[in-house]
């Protein structure tokens, strides 16, 4: 899955800069667009088009033999001929699309920009809206003010106890508290909404949906509604979550910003941070047989953990491009796509690693290997199919309507 962002561009808020390449291109679109005429992006449709499967794509996933694709103003895009041929689904906003993810062969999510959530009960063909930034708003802002009022109760008995480093610790949380109310108050008020860009679901009820400034909700009845799961992360500092994976029935891990890595061994009911070897961002997190978790991320960094992240250490990857988006063949083989043409291939389970650069050198956000053995890639230019070298396949790629 790849989830964020994407690959190189550049967002500001609240002072915080996020490097990435393709949403600048996005955002370059999106501004273009509303100096014509200024459309709610959440409550128009997307627009039907033949060019969908060539324009910003930021995820896409196999379901079946279904692939399923997401991306700039809203497109939803589907193949039912391992990527030959696509057809557009119906859905109900222009937003930005970043993450998709399937239980079964017909229900679905997909998150993205005005912390938009998604969903499809017919395999990916039409998506209505469950949540969105508004609604986001209003639970951080709940969410704020009753952390603010625990820590100021934990330091006025902190203060009866007497214990000085009892008392240190309460006035830190108690800062950290207040200043992320005044952001969600800030944020509510002004109505400014923040991206979502990754999602787990356990099954058609549970599943958790993750993005900026350490956003995290959780829905227990396939996403009717949704609950702020921030309390339960070690995340003080609210930094965005870009990745969440799934290791087994119990455990899961989150990778993001400014070298984030959080594991949970409790199905994602309480997340605790790991000791990260580098303190840049990661974009993903994937896990391969024998109990490996790869995590992957800015300048071609690449970490590995064999236990579950009790310990990582840096591979050498050969590339200092930014790496986006993972698939493995039967868990022993990884394959990694990123910026400036970057295409990986780790073998025995991530234990040695082979690098080269695609011809043309775009920038991709995810990639999936078809049944055929083929892979699909998604990006900057859209879908483009290579074969097991990462080369491109010379293969006609076209939209249909319908």
């Known amino acids: 899955m790849r989830a964020l962002f994407s690959v190189g561009a550049v967002l500001r808020s609240a002072g915080r800069l996020f490097s990435t390449s393709i949403l600048v291109a996005a955002l370059g679109i999106a501004a273009t667009t509303a100096q014509a005429q200024w459309q709610d992006p959440l409550e128009t449709p997307s627009m039907s088009t033949t060019k969908a499967h060539e324009s910003l794509l930021l995820d896409v996933t196999l379901v079946g033999e279904r692939l399923v694709a997401v991306g700039d103003r809203g497109h939803i895009i589907f193949s039912d001929d391992e990527g030959r041929t696509w057809r557009q689904a119906r859905v ?48 951080v802002l709940k969410t704020a003010k009753q952390t603010k009022e625990f820590y100021e109760s934990e330091l006025s008995k902190s203060m009866v106890m007497g214990s000085e480093a009892r008392i240190s610790v309460a006035e830190e949380n108690l800062e950290y508290a207040t200043y992320a109310l005044e952001d969600a108050q800030i944020d509510f008020e002004d109505k400014s909404t923040k991206p979502l860009l990754d999602l787990w679901f356990k099954d058609v009820n549970e599943g958790f949906v993750i993005g900026a400034y350490g956003m995290i909700f959780k829905t227990v009845d396939g996403g009717q509604s949704w609950m702020s799961w ?173």
């Open 92 to 139: 109900p906003v222009i937003t930005t699309l970043t993450a998709v993810y399937f239980v079964n062969e017909n229900t679905g999510w997909a998150v993205g920009h005005d912390a938009v959530v998604l969903n499809t009960q017919d395999g990916g063909l039409t998506w209505s809206k469950q949540f969105d930034g508004f609604k986001a708003n209003e639970m």
């Open 230 to 402: 921030s309390t339960n992360v070690e995340n003080p500092d609210r930094f965005h979550l870009n990745s969440i994976t799934k290791i087994d029935d119990q455990r899961l891990m989150i990778v993001g910003e400014a070298g984030l890595m959080l594991r949970s061994q409790d199905a994602g009911e309480t997340w605790t941070q790991m000791l990260s070897p580098y303190d840049g961002s990661f974009f993903g997190v994937m896990n391969l047989s024998n109990n490996v978790q790869l995590a992957y991320g800015l300048r071609g960094n690449l970490a590995r953990s064999d236990n579950f992240g009790l310990s990582w250490r840096l591979e050498d990857t050969n590339t200092h491009q930014t790496l986006m988006g993972a698939t493995d063949h039967l868990g022993r083989i990884a394959y990694i796509v990123g910026n400036g043409g970057a295409f990986l291939k780790g073998i025995d389970s991530g234990q040695k690693w082979e690098s080269q650069t695609r011809k043309g050198r775009s920038s991709a956000s995810a990639v999936v290997e078809t049944t055929s053995g083929d892979f699909v890639m998604v990006g900057e230019n859209g879908v483009e199919i290579l074969d097991k070298t990462g080369e491109r396949l010379s293969v006609e790629i076209t939209s249909i309507e319908g």
